[in-house]
Nanobody, 120 residues
């Protein structure tokens, strides 16, 4: 079992930055693929970014490529999402996710989410 707790959400103006953190329980964090997803009001949850965990391969949704960066600190059991040049359409609840294999689609473990609101 992996427990995930997100933090770092908040209200920011368009063009600003936020860094989300996700603290994970467990002794084998480094072996997990980690990901970030988001869900805006009235929309389905969508993939944002993922880190493979092995080899450090990262992937991003086209909508955030060049603006968001996923990273991890295995010593701290934490994955981050640095969000720059934020836009109002980035407003959503952001969820951290983990999986033994890959974290881009239907990962096994989810956090409860943290709200990000970008004002225009």
């Amino acid at each position: 079992q992996v427990q995930l707790v997100e933090s770092g959400g908040g209200l920011v103006q368009a063009g600003g930055s936020l860094r989300l953190s996700c603290a994970a329980s467990g002794r084998t964090f480094s072996s997990y693929a980690m990901g970030w997803f988001r869900q805006a009001p009235g929309k389905e949850r969508e993939f944002v970014a993922a880190d493979s965990g092995s080899g450090g391969r990262t992937t991003y949704a086209d909508s955030v490529k060049g603006r968001f960066t996923i990273s991890r600190d295995n010593a701290k059991n934490t994955v981050y999402l640095q969000m720059n040049s934020l836009k109002p359409e980035d407003t959503a609840v952001y969820y951290c996710a983990a999986d033994r294999i890959q974290a881009r689609s239907n990962p096994d473990y989810w956090g409860r989410g943290t709200q990000v609101t970008v004002s225009s």
